[in-house]
């Protein structure tokens, strides 16, 4: 081997190193500045203009407290937040109870092509707006509507369930359903069968396979169901407004009405950030519980 073909090898070495540090930071700077773009900057904004004020109903840069000691003063607040966090938590845990017997057949009882036709359908309503299909529901609850008219064909009075906490349940499992059965359904699918085998050659019940067994192991997807569908229930307005008829004064709803009422953009960033910070420590200790090792 000649001295010159070292440096050759040499040259080569380096030249694969630096293109595989190219390649990494490739995929890796994306993250940092879609976080930056879509998370820091906006949230930077938001906290910004909570320390500006309102001027003849324009907003205008200041560096004052007045937003926040008008918000943190409102005798409703705390009680629209305890609301919004309850309904929102009742709501997701209604949404989860409710999708995972599908979540279980799609996973155990269907065979592998048979679930992705399932989980095609399960994703089918997102190729409609979110606002149509509440829309229809509104076709449903009102008096007079199928709802209605089938009760009072039944005997009974058939009253209007728009403006009750079950039809803006119906609007957060339509928003959230779909999402929490892909999530469980995925999450179960991925559970270890030797196990369940095992156990179910031991003689182990049903029920013991679940609760032992299926439960814990799945446990980081079921829970990130649950998150999401507290996360997209707790800042929903839509249903709120339309089929729960400003009835709970949610904070989505609150947000609204800040703005509203003289373009207070300042009082309605407080809000925000009181929800984000809500929904950041709900997310942490969701997620901490999730993947927390078995004591």
Not at 184 to 191: D, E
Not at 222 to 234: I, M, N, P
Not at 265 to 285: G, Q, Y
């Amino acid at each position: 081997m000649t001295s010159s073909a070292f440096p050759a090898r040499t040259s080569g070495r380096r030249f694969h190193f630096l293109f595989n540090r190219a390649w990494q930071a490739l995929w890796v700077l994306p993250l940092p500045a879609w976080l930056l773009l879509f998370f820091a900057v906006p949230l930077g904004l938001l906290v910004a203009i909570s320390f500006w004020s309102v001027v003849n109903y324009r907003l205008t840069p200041d560096a004052t407290l007045s937003a926040w000691r008008y918000v943190l003063g409102l005798d409703f607040l705390w009680a629209s937040f305890w609301r919004s966090y309850g309904l929102s938590m009742a709501s997701a845990v209604a949404i989860s109870l409710l999708a995972f017997p599908a979540s279980y057949a799609m996973a155990f009882v269907a065979a592998p092509r048979q679930r992705l036709i399932l989980l095609g359908f399960a994703i089918a309503p997102f190729f409609t707006s979110y606002l149509v299909r509440i829309y229809s529901w509104q076709v449903f609850l009102t008096e007079g509507g199928v709802i209605s008219s089938v009760v009072q064909a039944l005997g009974g009075k058939g009253e209007s369930l728009l403006n009750t906490y079950f039809a803006l349940f119906l609007g957060h499992a339509t928003l959230a359903l779909p999402v929490v059965l892909i999530l469980q359904t995925i999450a179960l699918a991925n559970v270890d069968r030797t196990g369940i085998s095992a156990a179910a050659n031991l003689g182990a019940r049903p029920g013991a396979i679940l609760f032992r067994i299926i439960l814990p192991a799945a446990r980081p997807g079921l829970t990130l169901g649950l998150l999401f569908a507290f996360l997209l229930s707790y800042a929903e307005f839509v249903s709120a407004s339309y089929l729960g008829g400003g009835t709970f004064q949610t904070l989505p709803i609150l947000v609204t009405d800040l703005v509203r009422a003289g373009q207070q953009w300042p009082r309605a960033a407080v809000v925000s950030l009181l929800m984000i910070a809500s929904l950041l420590v709900t997310a942490f200790v969701t997620v901490l519980w999730a993947y927390r090792e078995k004591g």
